[in-house]
């Protein structure tokens, strides 16, 4: 069975730039998480959706960060436009219905410049 | 202060050593409590899961969760190089499910 999958497994980007992360989640996960880990820092919850409804957002930084899941299948996370803060590595998580435990993707790391 | 506390380490061993790892929390709604596993440039792999108090044992690995100390470990027995890694606590509570994340403690295991 395949695992969380996203991409780009790296990106590089100039402040003001727009950038599209993408995760596909374990099939036939209802509820899929971002996170993100900034140098030095505890990894974060960013939010939560079951299916295609945001469940929790309150991680979100700012309204800099637009995370869709239309279809409630793969979710995107579009920064935009992208700080020197934003810099870290953004993970994507899933997990079944009624599930503590979250299988986390290889992560994103974005590198804003 | 933090909900999740955990030392960043390094913490450096031989192998065959038994590992202790630990975090407290403060945080008594925290329900569900996880280890994982990162290597370098990878994804945090689950490894352990535990609902509530009490310990869990997989093969090497035992996992205690003492919610009355709010304090959970993870024990490593026969440490191999391969052991080798970043090892996460996290927990959460009921409903959602959004998980608290320590800071991870790098381990070394010496051949």
């Known amino acids: 069975e395949a695992g969380v999958t996203q991409f780009p497994s790296h990106s590089v980007i100039e402040k003001g730039q727009t950038v599209t992360l993408r995760c596909d989640p374990i099939s036939g996960h209802d509820n899929l998480y971002w996170y993100r880990r900034v140098m030095g820092k505890e990894i974060k919850f960013l939010l939560h959706?079951?299916?295609?409804?945001?469940?929790?957002e309150s991680g979100m930084p700012n309204n800099r960060f637009l995370a869709e899941r239309t279809g409630g299948t793969y979710s995107t996370l579009k920064v935009q436009p992208a700080e020197l803060e934003d810099s870290g590595v953004y993970f994507c998580?899933?997990?079944?219905?009624?599930?503590?435990?979250?299988?986390f993707g290889p992560g994103t790391r974005l590198t804003v410049t | 202060q933090k909900e999740v506390e955990q030392d960043p380490g390094p913490l450096s061993v031989p192998e065959g050593a038994i590992v202790s790892l630990n975090c407290t929390y403060s945080n008594s709604a925290f329900q569900y409590f996880m280890w994982y596993r990162q290597y370098s440039r990878k994804g945090p792999e689950l490894l352990m899961y535990t609902y509530s108090s009490g310990n869990k044992e997989d093969g090497r690995f035992t996992a205690q969760v003492d919610k009355s100390s709010k304090y959970i470990s993870l024990f490593i027995r026969d440490s191999q190089p391969s052991d080798s890694a970043t090892y996460l606590c996290?927990?959460?509570?009921?409903?959602?499910?959004?998980?608290?994340f320590g800071a991870g403690t790098r381990l070394f295991v010496k051949a």
């Open positions: 998580a899933s997990s079944l219905t009624g599930q503590a435990e979250q299988y």
């Open positions: 959706f079951v299916k295609e409804s945001k469940q929790d």
């Open positions: 996290a927990m959460s509570g009921v409903g959602g499910f959004k998980t608290i």
